[in-house]
């Protein structure tokens, strides 16, 4: 048995199968663009596919957890909008001649570190938020397909971290808890879960391998712990709370 302890998002018990979810790496290449004009109409139409994106999230998300949880994805029409943001990838596109997916990707990059850099820890806390826009634009312009969470068997999801945007369309049914390694107890992440009520632990140092891929886990929201390959005394304890709860 091997245990790890993060910080709990959400108190309640899960138990079933560990998935290690893999994203692909978004490793974004330079590549020199002649025609810059052509390059910021293709932003343009990625930018709108976001922004009716992000509109269809906020509806599903006012009937998963209601308008004040749902403005989240308002809030991130207003950032992939803002002019500052905006301003700093079309400049980019135009003066240093690149193609948009890395405009965005260094812009999001450097907008994301700005507000990990504040003093503030709510301000610190949209630096995911930016990373989240910023990704979903890429994936946008790539063509690169979202989560299906519908095709998943019931298990426990560990990453290396997750968007908000990712949490609010997960299956209840399939997401028995999330794990992930980064994260914040003050992210729109963690608020989304404790709004569904999905056991959840962030910032937790556990490795996303084939050590925990496919074996039993079981998480305890109470004190923030994940156990894989629980003992049966382990297994029996927290077979009884689940019962319990």
Same mark, same amino acid.
């Given at each position: 048995? $091997?245990?790890?302890?993060?910080?709990?998002?959400?108190?309640?018990?899960?138990?079933?199968?560990?998935?290690?979810?893999?994203?692909?790496?978004?490793?974004?290449?330079?590549?020199?663009?002649?025609?810059?004009?052509?390059?910021?109409?293709?932003?343009?139409?990625?930018?709108?596919?976001?922004?009716?994106?992000?509109?269809?999230?906020?509806?599903?998300?006012?009937?998963?957890?209601? $308008?004040? =949880?749902?403005?989240?994805?308002?809030?991130?029409?207003?950032?992939?909008?803002?002019?500052?943001?905006?301003?700093?990838?079309?400049?980019?596109?135009?003066?240093?001649?690149?193609?948009?997916?890395?405009?965005?990707?260094?812009?999001?990059? =450097?907008?994301? $570190? !700005?507000?990990?850099?504040?003093?503030?820890?709510? !301000?610190?806390?949209?630096?995911?938020?930016?990373?989240?826009?910023? =990704?979903?634009?890429?994936? =946008?312009?790539?063509?690169?397909?979202?989560?299906?969470?519908?095709?998943?068997?019931?298990?426990?999801?560990?990453?290396?971290?997750?968007?908000?945007?990712?949490?609010?369309? !997960?299956?209840?049914?399939?997401?028995?808890?999330?794990?992930?390694?980064?994260?914040?107890?003050?992210?729109?992440?963690?608020?989304?879960?404790?709004?569904?009520?999905?056991?959840?632990?962030?910032?937790?140092?556990?490795?996303?391998?084939?050590?925990?891929?496919?074996?039993?886990?079981?998480?305890?929201?109470?004190?923030?712990?994940?156990?894989?390959?629980?003992?049966?005394?382990?297994?029996?304890?927290?077979?009884?709370?689940?019962?319990?709860?």
């Amino acid at each position: 048995m $091997e245990k790890y302890i993060g910080k709990s998002v959400y108190k309640g018990t899960a138990i079933g199968p560990v998935s290690v979810l893999k994203k692909k790496d978004s490793l974004v290449k330079r590549i020199h663009i002649d025609n810059t004009a052509e390059e910021l109409k293709r932003l343009d139409a990625a930018k709108e596919r976001t922004m009716t994106q992000l509109g269809q999230l906020y509806e599903k998300a006012l009937q998963e957890v209601g $308008e004040v =949880n749902a403005a989240i994805f308002e809030v991130h029409q207003m950032m992939l909008e803002d002019d500052d943001y905006q301003d700093a990838i079309h400049s980019m596109i135009q003066n240093e001649e690149v193609n948009a997916e890395y405009a965005v990707a260094v812009t999001g990059d =450097n907008f994301a $570190e !700005m507000f990990a850099n504040m003093d503030d820890e709510y !301000m610190q806390a949209r630096s995911a938020d930016v990373r989240d826009i910023s =990704n979903r634009l890429v994936r =946008n312009l790539s063509g690169e397909e979202q989560i299906d969470w519908s095709t998943m068997e019931p298990s426990i999801i560990v990453a290396d971290d997750l968007t908000p945007s990712e949490t609010v369309q !997960m299956d209840k049914d399939k997401v028995l808890s999330f794990v992930t390694v980064h994260g914040s107890l003050n992210s729109h992440t963690a608020i989304l879960a404790r709004t569904m009520a999905i056991p959840a632990l962030v910032g937790t140092p556990l490795p996303l391998d084939e050590s925990v891929d496919g074996k039993l886990g079981i998480v305890d929201g109470s004190d923030g712990t994940i156990y894989v390959d629980p003992d049966e005394e382990t297994l029996a304890a927290m077979q009884k709370r689940r019962t319990e709860e």
